[in-house]
C-alpha cells in the first residue's frame, strides 16, 4: 500500500491511500502496525512528509561508485551523521537555499532511498532487520558543500541539517511491497536532466546490514528515518560543478515509490 500523510479541507492531519493527485481514501492505522483502506475518499489540501520523524539517521558514501566519484575509500563501516528533524520538508515544499550559504554557491542534491522503522529495534539481527521496516520513501539529503566539509567543525551535520534539506515523500510504499529493497531503481532530475541515475544493488552496506549495526546497543525508536546512502552524480564531483539555484526543480524518482518533487528558492 503506497500511503500519504495530508491535510483535509478541515484542516485534519490524517493518513490515505490510493492518492490520485486530489484525492485520497482515508485508512485506519492499527496498533500492531498494520492499515485498512475504510474507502471514503477525501480532498487533499496539502501532502505532507510521510512520517514525523524521531530522528533522522543518515549513512554516508554507501555507493560504490559515488566514493569513487569523491576520491574516498570505501568505507569499512558505515558513516553515520544526522539531521535535524527541523529539517523535513514534503513534496513540492521548496527547498531553500540559505543566506548563509549562498555566496560562493554550494548547495547539492542527493536522491536517497529513505527506510521509516516501525518499531522499537535494539540489537537486531541482519536476518530479522526487515522485520523492523514499516516502509520506504523518497528522500533528498540537500548538502551545503563548504558548511559539510570546512565549517561544521570536521562533522557532516550542519551543513546538512538546514530548514527544508530533508524533503521526503511523497508517499511511504509499505514493506510488503517492496520485499527486495536492494534491487530498486533510483534517480534524481534537474530541470529535467537526468543527474543520477543507479540502482540500490550498489549499496556498500545492505538495509538489513545499517539496521542491524545501527541497532546495537541503541534503541532505533519507531519512525526513525533513515536515509541509506546517495548514489553517484552528485553536483560537486562535476566539471565544471552543478549547484542549486533558484528556480530549480529536483525529482527523486525511486521505483516501486514515485516521485518526489522540490522547487529550489533563496531565503
Not at 89 to 96: E, F, L, M, S, Y
Not at 134 to 144: E, I, P
Not at 231 to 244: A, I, S
Request: with cysteine; aromatic share 8%.
Amino acid at each position: 500500500m503506497k500511503i500519504i500523510r495530508f491535510i483535509t479541507q478541515q484542516g485534519k492531519e490524517v493518513i490515505g491511500c490510493d492518492w490520485d493527485g486530489k484525492t485520497a481514501s482515508l485508512v485506519e492505522q492499527s496498533a500492531d502496525y498494520g492499515f485498512s483502506d475504510t474507502g471514503e475518499r477525501v480532498a487533499v489540501v496539502k501532502i505532507l512528509p510521510p512520517v514525523e520523524p524521531s530522528s533522522i539517521i543518515c549513512i554516508g558514501l554507501n555507493y560504490r561508485r559515488h566514493a569513487e566519484e569523491t576520491g574516498q575509500e570505501i568505507p569499512k563501516y558505515p558513516a553515520i551523521f544526522m539531521k535535524y528533524p527541523g529539517s523535513l520538508a514534503g513534496h513540492k515544499d521548496p527547498v531553500v537555499i540559505p543566506k548563509c550559504a549562498s555566496d560562493p554557491p554550494e548547495v547539492d542534491y542527493e536522491a536517497e532511498l529513505g527506510v521509516i522503522i516501525k518499531k522499537a529495534a535494539k540489537n537486531v539481527s541482519e536476518e530479522d532487520a526487515l522485520d523492523y521496516v514499516l516502509g520506504y520513501t523518497c528522500t533528498n539529503d540537500v548538502s551545503a558543500r563548504r558548511w559539510q566539509k570546512h565549517a561544521g567543525g570536521f562533522q557532516w551535520t550542519r551543513g546538512k541539517s538546514y530548514d527544508t534539506f530533508c524533503p521526503c515523500g511523497p508517499v511511504m510504499t509499505t514493506a510488503d511491497e517492496i520485499p527486495e529493497p536492494q534491487s530498486l531503481a533510483i534517480k534524481l532530475r534537474l530541470n529535467g536532466e537526468v543527474m543520477q541515475d543507479s540502482n540500490t544493488s550498489d549499496m556498500v552496506f545492505s538495509i538489513a546490514n545499517m539496521i542491524s549495526y545501527l541497532s546495537q546497543s541503541s534503541t532505533l525508536l519507531p519512525g526513525t528515518l533513515i536515509l541509506t546512502g546517495t548514489p553517484e552524480g552528485v553536483g560537486f564531483t562535476r566539471k565544471p560543478r552543478v549547484f542549486l539555484a533558484p528556480g530549480d526543480r529536483m525529482e527523486v524518482e525511486i521505483e516501486g515509490i514515485g516521485v518526489l518533487e522540490n522547487p529550489v528558492e533563496q531565503e
